[in-house]
Structures are given as structure tokens and as C-alpha cells.
């Protein structure tokens, strides 16, 4: 007799997440005995071909990881992209029913691609395309704790936070709610100076994002009024499972208002604050999943993901070291596809 399928929720990882420990992964992946991989990975090779870009395979089974190569936003959009994608398919649908996806920042483009919005021409030409154009703008973004070292809320830190923002009206936002960490940014300036103020945290934070601009603000206009005039309407389909954006609100599938898909993925979403903690929250509480899976590449999005649990504690978790104990299970109830062992349990 089959064992019964558990629900899951998805979650995409944003920018930053192909590093030099992930070098090759997407490649190796390939030969999971999923024969239709290697003609997917072709298809979006072609595309970057055709965009006169490198391809995710060169730039995957490159001898050397270079940050000038391999973090242009371009090359590292498709790499995530492309990574995160041949992940969701590789779910074994035997053992998991996936009921809602959702990503943080770049990782909605990952979401919609998943979820069946855009065909794989449009979502590899549209990652890299959007990758271009926000990376042309202007300012800076840094990241700062919220939480203590037991992941639970730190109202110091959350204050000091609130007081740069006060600061700087018009100049620094609140780009990413991750988790136990605030994602800001503005111009130069203001993030100059707010990251002087702040009390420094673990001799890290706050940290400047290298190569970021201030994304998630209105300091993108220029580029997402580029991308809705360049992107049309008639591109984005309805979703097959239902997606969880930066807002929390939740797209039905087969029902969805593709213009309002359309202006948010390409307006709010490019210019507004991506509530990453918000998003997770909402999917936990609306769908109730038996586990959440975290596509690669790389594992980095456990922590944010655990951190936006504890604070609404999410099946009781109240701290670091509950959850960590959570995940000694057999099966954990996050599990990363970045990580070998946890990886085993999704794919089959």
C-alpha cells in the first residue's frame, strides 16, 4: 500500500544563493533519472544563446567560480532561476502534494515560472531581462538583524531599525521583511549613514549587499515602468497551484486577473517592500503544509523561514533551539533541496 501524500509548501530562494559552494550543482543534478532535465536545461541554454548571454550550463560547469562572472546580475538571475526550477520539477510528486509556492524577492519569478505563469522562453528571457534593468538603478541595500541569538524578536534591534527609517524619510525603505533580519535600502547616503549608526551586531551586521541596488523601492521606477511596457499582459498565464507573494495575498489558481498579475509582478512587487515573513506566515496559516520545502540553489533560506515560524509560534516553535530539535526528526519539517541528506527525502 502507497503511502499517503504529504502537503507541502514551496519556497524559492532569492538573489545571492549561487555561491562558490554551488558551483556545478545544477549540473549534477541533472542526472537525478529525470531524463526530460537535460532537454529543459537545453531549452533555457538556447534562450540565454539567443540573448547573446552565457549559458546556465557554461556558467554551471565553468572549472573556477568569478564573482565578476558568476554574480553579474544577469548570469546569477538565470542561475538561480534555472536552479530553483529543474528543483521544483524534480519533487516527487508520489510522495508530495504541493498546495501553495511562494519566494522571496527574486525567488517570485522562480514561484510564477513554477507555478506554470510563463512558458520557459518568457521566464528565462524575463529573469535576465529584469536582472538588467534593476541592476542599472541607482542606491545601495544592507541587512541588519531584528532577532537574538535564539531567533526570537529583539525590540532593541527592531527600534534602532525604526529610528533610521524615521531618519531618512523618502530616502531609506524597508525593501525585504526576512525573517529575523530587515533588508533596507535608499540612496547611497541614507544607507551610508544609517549603517554608521546602527549598533554593530556579531562584529557583521548591519551589511552592505555588494553589487545591490535599492531594490524593492521606489528607486526601481524607472525599471519597472521599462518592464511593463516592455512585458505584455498577454505573456503571464494563470497559476496551477496557488502562489503566496510579497503582500501575503494568496493567487487562486485558473481564477486569477492576469492585468493584476501582470501590474504586481512587474510593478508593486519591483518597487514596493517584499514582505518575505509575511509571505511564509500566510502560507503556513492558509494551507497548513506537512512540510516546506526550500528549492535550491543553496540552502540559505532555512533560518529566515524557521525565524517567520517562531514569530507566530507556528506549532508552538517559540526559539532556535526548538526548531532545530524539530529538524532531528526522520523526515524534518523544512527540508532544504541544497542539502544532500534532505534533498534524498524530496526527490525520492
Not at 23 to 49: A, H, T, Y
Not at 53 to 64: F, G, I, K, N, S
Not at 89 to 116: E, H, K, Q
Not at 227 to 248: N, T
Amino acid at each position: 500500500m502507497a503511502a499517503e501524500r504529504k502537503t507541502a509548501l514551496v519556497v524559492c530562494p532569492g538573489r545571492g544563493t549561487y555561491n562558490k559552494s554551488e558551483l556545478g550543482s545544477i549540473s549534477s543534478n541533472i542526472g537525478e533519472n529525470r531524463p526530460n532535465f537535460s532537454e529543459l536545461l537545453r531549452q533555457i541554454d538556447d534562450v540565454r544563446n539567443q540573448l547573446g548571454q552565457p549559458t546556465v550550463t557554461e556558467l554551471d560547469q565553468a572549472p573556477l567560480f568569478k564573482t565578476s562572472l558568476h554574480q553579474k546580475p544577469e548570469n546569477a538571475a538565470a542561475l538561480i532561476y534555472a536552479g530553483g526550477y529543474l528543483d521544483y520539477l524534480a519533487i516527487d510528486d508520489t510522495r508530495f502534494d504541493v498546495v501553495g509556492i511562494t519566494g522571496n524577492s527574486m525567488g517570485w519569478y522562480t514561484a510564477m515560472a513554477s507555478a506554470g505563469c510563463w512558458d520557459i522562453e518568457t521566464s528565462t528571457r524575463l529573469v535576465t531581462n529584469m536582472a538588467q534593468l534593476t541592476a542599472g538603478g541607482e542606491g545601495a541595500q544592507f541587512i541588519y538583524p531584528i532577532v537574538d541569538a535564539d531567533w526570537r524578536p529583539h525590540q532593541g534591534y527592531i527600534d534602532a531599525v525604526n529610528e533610521q527609517l524615521t531618519r531618512f524619510p523618502g530616502e531609506l525603505k524597508m525593501s525585504i521583511r526576512y525573517g529575523g533580519y530587515a533588508v533596507l535600502a535608499g540612496s547611497e547616503e541614507a544607507c551610508t549613514e544609517a549603517v554608521r549608526a546602527l549598533p554593530r551586531v556579531d562584529d557583521r551586521f548591519p551589511m552592505i549587499l555588494p553589487g545591490h541596488a535599492a531594490f524593492h523601492t521606489h528607486f526601481m521606477s524607472d525599471a519597472s515602468q521599462q518592464a511593463l511596457d516592455l512585458w505584455p499582459q498577454a505573456a503571464f498565464r494563470a497559476p496551477k497551484v496557488p502562489l503566496i507573494d510579497g503582500r501575503g495575498h494568496i493567487w487562486s489558481p485558473h481564477v486569477v486577473d492576469k492585468a493584476a498579475l501582470h501590474q504586481y509582478t512587474l510593478g508593486h512587487q519591483v518597487t514596493q517592500t517584499y514582505d518575505f515573513t509575511r509571505a511564509i506566515q500566510t502560507a503556513v496559516k492558509e494551507f497548513a503544509p506537512d512540510h516546506i520545502i526550500l528549492l535550491g540553489p543553496g540552502a540559505g533560506l532555512g533560518g529566515a523561514v524557521a525565524q517567520a515560524l517562531i514569530e507566530i509560534n507556528w506549532q508552538g516553535l517559540t526559539s532556535k533551539a526548538e526548531f532545530a530539535a524539530r529538524q532531528q526528526a526522520d523526515t524534518p519539517y523544512v527540508l532544504s533541496m541544497g542539502l544532500p541528506e534532505q534533498r534524498a527525502l524530496v526527490t525520492g
